[in-house]
C-alpha cells in the first residue's frame, strides 16, 4: 500500500537540512501503524491529516530518510510548517504534533462595561471642561484614562459605549 507518489517520495539517501538535523522523527510501530491508519481512513480534520502525513514521511525508523523539501513537494504545504511539525514532535510529544494548538484567548470585545459605562456615562452628563461648549469623543476617553478609570482607550471603543447606552443629553 503506498501512501504516496514515489516519483515524489525518494529511497535513497538524501542531505539532510538543519531542521531534520536537529529535530529528527522516529516513530514506534504503535504511532506509525496509527498514523497509517488515520490517513488510509481520512476521517479526521484536514490540518491532522497533514500532520500525520508529514510525520510518516519524516519518520527516520523506516531506514527511507525525506528531506523537507521532499516533504513539501509530497503533501503540498510549506516548509515552514514541516519544520514545525518536526519540532512540537520531537520538544512536546507524539499528540502535540499532531494536534494544532489552540489559538490564544481573544482580547474581550468590549473594554467598557459596568462601573466603567457608568463613569462614562456619569462623565458624559457632566460639564464638560472649562473654554470647551461639549465633550468631544476625544476628550472622554482622555479623561477616563486621566481618572485611572481605564488604562487605554480608544474613541472609537468611547463612541461605541454612549451609542449602546441610548445617551440623550436632554437638549
Same mark, same amino acid.
Given at each position: 500500500m503506498t501512501l504516496f507518489p514515489e516519483d515524489v517520495v525518494s529511497k535513497r539517501f538524501k542531505e539532510r537540512g538543519m531542521a531534520m538535523d536537529k529535530y529528527r522523527v522516529t516513530l514506534t510501530e504503535e504511532e506509525r501503524a496509527g498514523l497509517e491508519q488515520l490517513v488510509s481512513t481520512g476521517k479526521v480534520a484536514a490540518r491532522k491529516l497533514i500532520?500525520? *502525513?508529514i510525520l510518516?514521511?519524516?519518520?527516520t525508523?523506516?531506514?527511507t530518510i525525506c528531506t523537507d523539501d521532499d516533504i513539501v513537494a509530497a503533501?503540498?504545504?510549506?516548509p515552514r510548517t514541516v519544520a514545525r511539525v518536526r519540532q512540537r514532535f520531537v520538544t512536546e510529544g507524539f499528540a502535540a504534533a499532531l494536534d494544532h494548538r489552540p489559538q490564544?484567548? *481573544?482580547?474581550?470585545?468590549?473594554k467598557i462595561k459596568g462601573d466603567v459605562e457608568q463613569q462614562l456615562v456619569r462623565l458624559a452628563c457632566s460639564d464638560p471642561p472649562e473654554g470647551r461648549c461639549h465633550w468631544t469623543l476625544n476628550l472622554l476617553a482622555d479623561e477616563l484614562v486621566a481618572l485611572g478609570v481605564v488604562k487605554s482607550v480608544s474613541t472609537e471603543t468611547v463612541r461605541q459605549?454612549?451609542?449602546k447606552t441610548t445617551l440623550t443629553r436632554g437638549w
Open positions: 500532520h500525520a *502525513r510518516l514521511l519524516a519518520d525508523s523506516s531506514g503533501v503540498e504545504i510549506g490564544p484567548p *481573544r482580547p474581550d470585545k468590549i459605549a454612549l451609542k
